[in-house]
T-cell receptor, first 112, second 114 residues
């Protein structure tokens, strides 16, 4: 299975942008990069996903490096509600079929 | 919009008992996944079903079994429960579309084994 590496924890001030990095140096050309987050005592929640191009949605932006060996999830204005564990997950033929494998994500703390 | 429904939300069982967790995926989703999350741990993949057939298997103990029924709901059966089985169990479903789809997770069933 292709692996991802994320920092264990990060802190951000409220209303400031947050850049959450993910390294996936063994990614293949057909693996999608997915991001999920998990708020305390809740099920994981989809945030965004992409293949090669940068992606934007109402929750966040996903910036994918040109060589695809890393990506960055961008929260444009962090709120207290964004405090969660963020998981970067590869999904594709070389990352282990269709299942979503959660590694050790990044625990984001948002300071008021 | 309809979400993934799990029942029950909370379950308390004694050691060596049996538990059945149910999952109702979002309509027209063709894949169901089960995850186990112990205290302070990340979600661990257990098993998945694609169109009612088992499609992938993770670190699911032999004491556990699962199936998906004709109406697409899924059940996770856990026998000879152990204290270490106490965890949050999540079910998720995803629509057709291969790798370019997202999964939607339920709120989970909190199983406590005493």
């Amino acid at each position: 299975d292709a692996k991802t590496t994320q920092p264990n924890s990060m802190e951000s001030n409220e209303e400031e942008p947050v850049h959450l990095p993910c390294n996936h140096s063994t990614i293949s050309g057909t693996d999608y990069i997915h991001w999920y987050r998990q708020l305390p005592s809740q099920g994981p929640e989809y945030v965004i996903h992409g293949l090669t191009s940068n992606v934007n949605n109402r929750m966040a932006s996903l910036a994918i490096a040109e060589d695809r060996k890393s990506s960055t999830l961008i929260l444009h204005r962090a709120t207290l509600r964004d405090a969660a564990v963020y998981y970067c997950i590869l999904r594709g033929p070389t990352s282990g079929t269709y299942k979503y494998i959660f590694g050790t994500g990044t625990r984001l703390k948002v300071l008021a | 919009a309809a979400g993934v429904i799990q029942s029950p939300r909370h379950l308390i069982k004694e050691k060596r008992e049996t538990a059945t967790l149910k999952c109702y995926p979002i309509p027209r989703h063709d894949t169901v996944y089960w995850y186990q999350q112990g205290p302070g741990q990340d979600p661990q993949f257990l098993i998945s079903f694609y169109e009612k057939m088992q499609s992938d298997k993770g670190s699911i103990p032999d004491r556990f079994s699962a199936q998906q029924f004709s109406d697409y709901h899924s059940e996770l059966n856990m026998s000879s429960l152990e204290l270490g089985d106490s965890a949050l169990y999540f079910c998720a479903s995803s629509p057709p579309g291969g790798y370019n789809t997202e999964a939607f997770f339920g709120q989970g069933t909190r199983l406590t084994v005493v």
